[in-house]
């Protein structure tokens, strides 16, 4: 079995930066993509951004230019960093990843348990 470990949500100001933390444990052999999803109240869950083992990145249009993702694949982390961030950039953002376990023969999708973003005044 796979965790993902979220850390670094929390209140910010309009404008602001906020860096989130992904960290994957478990029995790893691999891991592919690893990305951020957020859902906002009342909205469905939607991708951020996205990063593969080579790191290829692929962004949402709405985060283009504002946050950029990075991973340390030694260390099997992601990190989101955001910048200018908007009142509609608050919302729940989730981890996920392609985990390939040890001994496992295809790759399993895990999820993070959430971090709360805000962005308000």
């Known amino acids: 079995q796979v965790q993902l470990v979220e850390s670094g949500g929390g209140l910010v100001q309009p404008g602001g930066s906020l860096r989130l933390s992904c960290a994957a444990f478990g029995s790893i052999f691999s891991i592919d993509i690893m990305g951020w999803f957020r859902q906002a109240p009342g909205k469905q869950r939607e991708l951020v951004a996205t990063?593969?083992?080579?790191?290829?990145?692929n962004f949402a249009d709405s985060v283009k230019g504002r946050f950029t993702i990075s991973r340390d694949n030694a260390k099997n982390t992601v990190y989101l960093q955001m910048g200018s961030l908007k009142p509609e950039d608050t919302a729940v953002y989730y981890c996920?990843?392609?985990?390939?376990?040890?001994?496992?023969?295809?790759?399993?999708?895990?999820w993070g348990q959430g971090t709360q973003v805000t962005v308000s005044s």
């Open positions: 990063i593969t083992s080579g790191a290829s990145a």
């Open positions: 996920n990843a392609w985990v390939r376990e040890a001994g496992a023969l295809y790759d399993h999708n895990y």
